[in-house]
């Protein structure tokens, strides 16, 4: 079955810095990546998502890009703020497959002021 | 605006007690999800189903069954509670691509 590796598991920045979360995946059949997001005492919470057929895709200040070679992808997080401050979970599913997703462990994104 | 509910935020049962917790969406949903969530092991799978009366298996399913006799409630069910099952459980419900988490039971189990 699937299997994702999430890097770093800890990762402090300077406000002002980007962020940069890895994943890999196991599974070649995978085609769909959400990232999500977990505040402390929150719910996890979708914030960008990207299929195989993209290579990147931004929303303001959050950037995921996919290498379907080499079977990883990353979270890209330019000029963060406190409030960037939570959990980051990637994830990978077969869309059309079992319907569910694998998730990464997680990364503890901290934003010093 | 989806909403996931979950019966409650936390509880506290003893070992050997038979627990149910319990998830509805309002949002007709054919897919839900029931996730436990422990610190530095993630978000893993316990069991899913993807329509009334079908259920399958996640990562974890050992110590837990479930329940969906409608579509927009399933439930978790702890037959006889043991301290290793203290943690934070996390259902969700998906229709197409994004999945939605309701807001987390902690239980505890003493």
């Known amino acids: 079955g699937e299997n994702v590796e999430q890097h770093p598991s800890t990762l402090s920045v300077q406000e002002g810095d980007s962020a940069v979360i890895k994943c890999t995946y196991s599974?070649?059949?995978?085609?769909?990546f959400p990232w999500y997001k977990q505040e402390l005492g929150k719910r996890p919470q979708l914030i960008i998502d990207?299929?195989?057929?993209?290579g990147e895709k931004k929303d303001q200040r959050i950037a995921v890009t996919l290498n379907k070679t080499a079977k990883h992808f990353s979270l890209h997080i330019t000029e963060t703020q406190p409030e960037d401050s939570a959990v980051y979970f990637c994830?990978?599913?077969?869309?059309?497959?079992?319907?569910?997703?694998?998730f990464g462990k997680g990364t503890k994104l901290t934003v010093n002021p | 605006d989806v909403k996931v509910t979950q019966s409650s935020r936390y509880l506290v049962k003893r070992t050997g007690e038979k627990v149910f917790l319990e998830c509805v969406q309002d949002m007709d949903h054919e897919n839900m999800f029931w996730y436990r969530q422990d610190p530095g092991l993630g978000l893993r799978l316990i069991y899913f189903s993807y329509d009334v009366k079908m259920k399958e298996k996640g990562d974890i399913p050992e110590g837990y069954s479930v329940s969906r006799e409608k579509k927009e409630r399933f439930s978790l069910i702890l037959e006889s509670a043991s301290t290793n099952q203290t943690s934070m459980y996390l259902c969700a419900s998906r229709r197409t691509d994004t999945q939605y988490f309701g807001p987390g039971t902690r239980l505890t189990v003493l």
């Open positions: 990207i299929r195989s057929n993209v």
């Open positions: 599974d070649s059949a995978s085609n769909y």
């Open positions: 994830a990978a599913q077969v869309e059309g497959g079992s319907e569910k997703l694998v």
